[in-house]
C-alpha cells in the first residue's frame, strides 16, 4: 500500500513512474475473477444457426446470417441481441472434442474430462467452490437452475460440492421453506434431538462431526432456511423493465436469478435450456431457441455490466457438441464433436474476439489443427483465469493424483 | 370450452367419486383384516443347518476372532435380530421392514430367525429386483448407454429372472461374456452392446472396454489402468496383458441379427510400433487354466470362472459382503490383488468364503446366508453401557458394525415403506407399485444418486436434509391420510398410546423406543398444547424419519 502511494506522488517526475503506474493499473485489472455462469445448452446447438453460420453455403441451408457490433463478426439472423454485445464476447468457433454421446459429451463439457469408469470428476463449479472456499455464505454456493439431465456434479471432491439445484425462481427454492409454522418445528427439531440422543449414546463422540455430519448439516439447513440472502433466488421483486429484458421465458427468469445470486456471493451458477437436440426440423427448432436465448443471454451481459460484475464473472454459453454441417433426411442436423462454438465473455476474457474458424464445405477439424480448442483447454483457461493452479493435482478417493485439468492456457483468449 | 362437451353429467361424477371412496374404505379393510395373514416362505433349516454350513461359519469367525486379539480390540456384542433384519432388508431389497412382516418374524423361534427371514427374502422378488440393479451397476454403469441397441432395464430384469431362479453365478457371468444375438431377445447381450460407441468409425462392441468391466466386476483386477501404457511405478501388469485379454473380444461384431462372432481379429498399434498389429488372445494369469480349444470369448469365460481362478472367487465374495455391510471386505471392492503377501495378507474371511463358493457352485444364496451368520455381520454397531465406545479402529478391524450412509433408494424406499403396515412388494397393488416407483424416482433425484461410486462413504448433504425437513415425499407420508398413511392408522387402530409409539418406532426405526424416548413421545401425546394428536403424531413420524438412525446403515 505504502510503496503504492509512494510511486503514486512521483508519477508527475519520470516517465518510468507513470509507466510503472500504468502496470499497476494493468495488475489491477488481471484481479482473477471469482465467479462463473454456466449457460448450458442442453443437446447441442448447431453452430450453424447460432454462432458460426456460413450463410449461402450449402451446408447452411437457408440459415441467413446478420452483423454483430464487432466488424466482420456475424451471427445466425435469430439472435439479433446477442449480436449488439458481442463487442463483450470471446466467441470460439473451433471446439473439438471426442464425444458424440449427450451423457458422455456433456460430461466432457462439464468437468474437462472424458468420462472414466473409475472415478468422477468434479464440474466447473465444483473445482471452484473447492479451491475458492467461502465461509460467509449461509446459501449453497454452487447452484443448477432448471437442472437438465446431467447437472454439475462434486465428483470425487464429494457430493456436499454438487450444484444445489432449484427447480423454479418465482419465490423461494424448493425445499427450503418448513411445512410447519416456527413454533412447531422447535417441537420437532425437540422430538428430533431426543433421538439423536439415543442413537449417540454409546457410539464415537465425534461419529457426528467427522462422519455423518448429520446434525451438523442440519444446522446449516437451518441457517439457510432462515437466511437474507434467499432473497436471492427471488426474481420477483426486480423491477419488471430488468424482467422483461430477460423475456417472459422460464430460462430468461433464470438467468436473471443466476446474476442475483452471483452477486449474492455464489461461485457458479448453471442454468440449462433445454431442446437444442434437432435431428428433425433443425431450422425451425433453433427459431424458437433462439428466441428464447436471444434476450435471455443479451441481457445477463448488459447486466452483469451494469451492475459492475462483468469483470469478476465468466459467463460461458455452451453445449455438449455442435451439429452436422449435412442436414439429413428428416430436415435435421446430427451430432458433432468435431467444430462446434462456445462463446465466453467476463474474466480475463478478450473481449470482441473470434478465434477459430470451420470450414465452409463442413470437413471436421482435427484436435491437431492449429486453431482447435479441446475441450480440456477451455477449462484450463477458465481455471486459469480464475487464479486457480490448474496444475494441482488432489488426491482422488482411489488414491490417484488428479490435476485440476489437463489442458493448456490458450493465451491467445485472455487479454 | 371443449371440456363441457366431454364432461359427465353432474350425477354421474359424483357416482364415480362413491366408487372410488368405496374402493378405497375397501382397500383399507381389506388391508387391516389381512395384516396378520402375510404368507409363509417355504423355509427348509437344511438350508443352513448342514454340518458343512456350520463349519464355514466357524472358520470364518475363528478368523475374525484372531484378527481382534491381534488388534488388542474387544469385539461388540451381537446385535439384536430386529437390527439384523433391517440391515438384511436393506441390502437385499433396498428398504426396510414393514410392521407385519417384523410381527411375523418375531412370531419364530429366537435363533431361526436371521435366517427365516432370508428364505422369506429370496421369496421376494423385491430381493432379486434390487440385486440385480446393485450388479447391474459393476456390469453396465448407470448411464442410458448407446441408443436403440442398449436397453438397460431389459438388461436388469433378465439379471433378476437368474437370481430369482438362484441359477449358479458362474453360469450368468458365461452367459453376459459369451452372449450373441439381439439385445431385445437376448437381454444378456445388452452386456456386450453398452460398450458401443456409435460416434466411433469403428462398429461393433468396444474390445478395450468389454475388458475393463470382465476384469473389474468378474474378477476384481485392475488391468485397464496400462491402457495406454506400462507403469512403470510398479504396476505388476503390461500394457500387452490388457490388450491381449481385450482381444478375445475381438472378434464379436455387430450384425444385422445382433452380435455375432464375424468381425475381424482385434488390432492394436503399440508405442514404437508403425502399424496397428493384431493382437493374441492371451490371459493374463493362470494360463493354464484357458482351454485350446473353442470361440474366444467362450474360451475366456470359462477362464474367468473356473474354479480354479479364485479371482472370480473373491471378487464375488468382497460384493456381495459389500452388500451386505455397505463396505467392501478389501478397498475398492473391484481391486482385489491376486496373491496375498506378509506386509499384505488378505482380511479374514475372504478365502474360506470363496473356498465355500466354489465348492458349492457358486450359489449366491448359499453365500448371502453364510455371511449372515457370521458372527462379524452379527455384531453391533455401538457397545453396550459400561463400555468405551467403537472406535474407527473397531470399524476398520469389523469389531464393530461399520455405519454406512443409505443410498438414494434406500431412503426413498424406507420413507414410503414405514407409511405402510404391510410390505409393499409384487403383491401390493399396482397403484401402490406404481406411486412408489414415481415418487422414487423424484426423490432420488433431488437425493442425489452417487452413480457406479457405490461403496465410497461420505457424509450427509445439505439439500438431502432440506429434501427430508421440507420435501414433499415425507410431507406426503407423514401427514393425517387413514387411507394412505400407517402415521393416521396406527394412531387410530393402536390400543393405547404405548402401543402408538412403540408401532411407529417399529415401523420407522425397525426397532422399540427406549424407555426415555418412551416417556418423552407419551408425554407430548398426552400433553394439552397448541397441537391436536393427529399432527403430534405427524410430528412423531417427522422426528424419526429426519434422525441419523433412518439415513444410516447401522
Known sequence: MLQATGLGGLAWLTPMAHWLGRAQEKASAHTPAKSVIMLWMAGGPSQLETFDPHAGKTIAGDTRAINTSVKGVQFAHGLPQVAEVMHELTLVRSMVSKEGDHERATYNVKTGYRPDPTLIHPSIGAVL?????????????????????????????????????VYNTNGRAGNITARVQPKRLDNRLAALKQVEQSFARARRADLDAKTTLHNATIQKALRMMSSEQLSAFDITQAPAKTRADFGDTQFGRSCLAAIQLIGAGVRCVEVTLNGWDTHANNHESHVSQNAILDPAFAALIRELRARKLLDQ?????AGEFGRTPEINPASGRDHWPTGFSMALAGGGFRAGHVHGATDPTGAKLEANDKDSIRVADIHTTIQHSLGINHAKELMTPILRPMALSDGRVIKTLLK | ???????????????????????????????????????????????????????????????????????GLEPAERADDLTLIRRLSLGLTGTIPSLQEIRALEAQPEDERVQWWLSHLFEDRRTSDYLAERFARAYVGVENGP?????????????????????????????????????????????????????????????????????RAFLGVRIDCVQCHDDHLGDEWLQKDFHQLASFFGKADMAISGIRETGKPYEFKYRRQRVPLEVPTIVPFQPELLPERGRPRQRLARWVTHSENRAFARATVNRVWALMFGRPLVEPVDEI??????????????????????????????????????????????????????????????????????????????????????????????????????????????????????????????????????????HERIKDDLVANAASRILATAPNDTKVVEATYLAVL??????????????SLSQKGFLDRKAKQADLYWALINSTEFSWNH
Open chain 1, 129 to 165: 467452490c473447492h479451491e475458492l472456499p467461502d465461509a460467509e455464505m449461509d446459501i449453497p454456493r454452487h447452484i443448477s437452475i432448471l437442472p437438465g439431465q446431467w447437472p454439475a456434479r462434486g465428483g470425487y471432491l464429494g457430493s456436499q460440492y454438487d450444484a444445489f439445484k
Open chain 2, 147 to 215: 441408443f436403440l441397441i442398449y436397453r438397460r432395464r431389459r438388461f436388469v430384469s433378465w439379471l433378476a429372472d437368474e437370481f430369482e431362479a438362484n441359477r449358479p453365478y458362474d453360469k450368468i457371468v458365461s452367459s453376459l461374456i459369451t452372449a450373441e444375438g439381439l439385445w431385445t431377445t437376448n437381454p444378456e447381450v445388452n452386456f456386450v452392446t453398452v460398450t458401443v460407441d456409435q460416434n466411433e468409425d469403428k462398429k461393433g462392441p468396444d474390445e478395450v472396454k468389454l475388458a475393463a468391466r470382465v476384469t
Open chain 2, 337 to 474: 490383488p491376486l496373491e496375498e503377501t506378509p506386509e499384505n495378507p488378505y482380511p479374514p474371511g475372504l478365502e474360506i468364503l470363496a473356498d465355500d463358493f466354489i465348492i458349492h457352485k457358486f450359489n449366491l444364496q448359499r453365500l448371502i446366508r453364510v455371511i449372515a451368520a457370521t458372527s462379524a455381520f452379527g455384531l453391533d454397531s455401538k457397545m453396550p453401557a459400561g463400555r468405551t465406545p467403537p472406535t474407527l479402529e473397531h470399524d476398520q478391524h469389523w469389531a464393530a458394525f461399520p455405519l454406512s450412509r443409505l443410498r438414494p433408494e434406500q431412503v426413498a424406499g424406507s420413507i414410503i415403506q414405514s407409511a405402510s403396515l404391510t410390505a409393499i412388494n409384487a403383491d401390493s397393488h399396482i397403484l401402490f407399485q406404481l406411486n412408489r416407483s414415481i415418487q422414487q424416482g423424484e426423490f432420488i433425484k433431488r437425493y442425489g444418486d452417487i452413480g457406479e461410486d457405490e461403496f465410497y462413504i461420505q457424509g450427509g448433504t445439505i439439500p438431502q436434509r432440506l429434501l427430508m425437513m421440507n420435501g414433499s415425499l415425507v
Open chain 1, 313 to 317: 464473472t465468466i459467463v460461458i454459453c
Open chain 2, 1 to 71: 370450452m371443449p371440456s363441457e362437451k366431454i364432461a359427465p353429467p353432474l350425477w354421474q361424477r359424483n357416482l364415480l367419486f362413491a366408487v372410488v371412496c368405496l374402493a378405497g374404505v375397501g382397500a383399507v379393510v381389506s388391508n387391516l383384516l389381512k395384516s396378520n395373514t402375510m404368507a409363509a416362505p417355504k423355509h427348509q433349516a437344511s438350508h443352513y443347518e448342514k454340518p458343512v454350513f456350520r463349519t464355514t461359519v466357524d472358520w470364518v469367525d475363528e478368523e475374525f476372532a484372531s484378527e481382534w486379539k491381534k488388534a
Open chain 2, 510 to 523: 425397525s426397532r422399540r423406543p427406549s424407555a426415555e424416548e418412551g416417556d418423552y413421545f407419551l408425554h
